[in-house]
């Protein structure tokens, strides 16, 4: 064995967290001076609350697995996702990812209004993690999913929000990830773009990647989920299929 | 399909936060070409004269400080050549420092959406700045010619002293940009600092200047000092620098960027429950 740990995964599990906690450092009053903070800290006066925005989280997720994540506003979902998708560092607890992480959560995060389309196209993708021969076997593929035409040499500070959402919805659907992070299922633009956009978030989902959804809704979870989890103030409370968890967030609401 | 063990992240096999940055920003390379092109093109883009403003203003803070200050300071040499080959220096690192922590408090908002290594903004401001040097260098050598002074084969070593400049500023700008996120104030309180420490800096005035003033200790402990030393040597005076001289600067911009790095990467985990 190499760890203690090994027994908890194994060579087919793409996302593993354990024992994972997020906890906010609340300082109970404000201080926002280095020489205040040393005055304090030399006391030892630097007083803090925790807020624990996720407690004791386990969760082993094998790859190919559409697994769901329900709770109520506030109980930890977006935390949960930042966790995965590396953005924020548990302040205790191991995670452990296989793969290519893909959040499909800020479409056109980094786009710059001053840049062309096709600029954008690779600071987004750079921003992603792709190399620049990466972008470049796959331009062909933005480019005729965005529809975005002739503008796509032109700043996008002139294009409509609709562009700008196909544009970011385009880069970000274009390479299929090994883990795909979903909160709610996305669909932007007009109805038949919208039609585009589900049709590629199936194909997406039913493909070979390992599939996090996050949401509100019972149905999608029912339907989409083999498994699931009930988050309610940062803390796992339930378990299993998703039949089973999405009717037991309904009888939460009740 | 078989993922390979490479894209496996573990935080509990993670060794060395500091090592793990540097296997990221290998990666992540062609984002960091991105970002500078980004900053480059969005800078000029909308203005008529463009890029051709990177080598304006050196030009015209030398030629308002040739006319402030030349008869004030008995100079050897050639003044104007004096000034705008340490004022080249100093701009870029004055304003790689400044953007680094604007960077990293106002356009940090990206960290909170997806992962990257969070040193590719702050490598990425570097590496704009050099591009700038590299630009700024046209006026100074234009300079150079109406000034008649003669470049010499020592001016072939200035990619190494830009190396130690840039390795410098950046280890400072890690430290800086740590520092900020935790307090706000450093922001606010560093435009301050560098004004001072630029008139603390031999850049309009001669170093024989300073070198009474506390022994030298002043122009001792000045890290730029020793840095602008080596630049302007090898571009304006024309001499390789002595083994000495290349040691102080080397260590210093070694040493600022070694501490910075290990800072700024131990404490990012933290950045996502402040800034």
Avoid at chain 1, 124 to 144: A, F, P
Avoid at chain 1, 222 to 233: F, P
Avoid at chain 2, 98 to 108: A, D, E, K, R, V
């Amino acid at each position: 064995m190499p760890d203690q740990n090994s027994s908890d995964f194994t060579n087919n599990t793409a996302i593993f967290l354990k024992d994972v906690n997020v906890a906010y450092r609340i300082p109970t009053e404000k201080i926002r001076t280095i020489k205040e903070y040393l005055i304090k800290k030399i006391r030892g006066k630097v007083k803090h609350q925790h807020f624990y925005a996720l407690q004791d989280i386990n969760l082993s997720i094998d790859q190919g697995e559409i697994y769901g994540i329900i709770g109520r506003n506030g109980a930890g979902k977006s935390t949960l996702l930042k966790v995965v998708s590396r953005v924020l560092y548990p302040t205790s607890g191991r995670v452990r990812i296989k793969g290519i992480v893909s959040p499909l959560l800020e479409l056109g995060a980094g786009f710059h209004p001053e840049l062309t389309g096709m600029e954008n196209i690779y600071l987004n993708g750079t921003l992603l993690g792709h190399t620049r021969h990466e972008i470049q076997s796959k331009i062909n593929d933005i480019l005729e999913f965005s529809e975005i035409g002739d503008f796509i040499n032109a700043p996008i500070r002139t294009y409509s929000s609709g562009m700008v959402a196909r544009l970011g919805f385009s880069v970000a659907t274009a390479w299929e990830p090994d883990i795909l992070i979903l909160d709610e299922v996305l669909s932007v633009g007009d109805a038949a773009f919208q039609k585009k956009c589900t049709n590629r978030m199936t194909s997406l989902i039913k493909g070979k990647s390992t599939v996090l959804l996050v949401t509100h809704s019972p149905a999608l979870i029912e339907e989409m989920c083999s498994k699931a989890v009930l988050l309610d103030h940062g803390r796992i409370i339930a378990r299993g299929s998703g039949e089973e968890i999405s009717r037991q967030y309904m009888t939460m609401l009740e | 399909m078989a993922i390979e063990e490479t894209n496996v992240y573990d935080s509990d096999r993670v060794r060395s936060v500091a090592l793990e940055e540097i296997r990221a920003i290998i990666h992540y390379k062609d984002l960091i070409v991105q970002l500078i092109r980004r900053d480059i093109v969005a800078r000029y883009k909308r203005s008529v004269l463009g890029v051709l403003w990177t080598m304006l203003n050196p030009l015209g803070t030398m030629v308002i400080l040739t006319i402030v200050f030349s008869r004030m300071f008995n100079m050897r040499g050639v003044y104007p050549a004096y000034i705008i080959t340490g004022l080249v220096a100093w701009n870029f690192f004055a304003q790689t420092t400044q953007f680094s922590l604007n960077t990293t408090l106002w356009g940090s908002g990206l960290y909170h959406k997806i992962y990257m290594p969070r040193t590719a903004f702050i490598i990425s401001v570097a590496g704009g700045g050099i591009i700038n040097i590299v630009f700024a260098l046209v006026p100074m050598l234009l300079i150079y010619l109406v000034t008649r002074v003669p470049l010499h084969a020592s001016a072939l070593l200035l990619p190494v002293v830009i190396l130690i400049l840039a390795m410098f500023t950046l280890g400072l700008s890690l430290l800086l940009s740590t520092a900020a996120v935790f307090f706000p104030d450093v922001a606010e309180f560093f435009p301050v600092l560098i004004s001072a420490w630029m008139y603390l800096t031999p850049i309009i005035y001669p170093e024989e200047l300073l070198m009474d003033v506390l022994n030298g200790w002043v122009l001792k402990l000045n890290p730029m000092y020793h840095i602008l030393k080596v630049f302007r040597l090898v571009l304006y005076e024309g001499v390789v620098p002595g083994g000495l001289e290349w040691l102080i600067a080397f260590l210093i911009a070694a040493v600022t960027l070694v501490v910075g790095w290990r800072v700024f990467t131990n404490k990012a985990k933290l950045f996502g429950y402040y800034a």
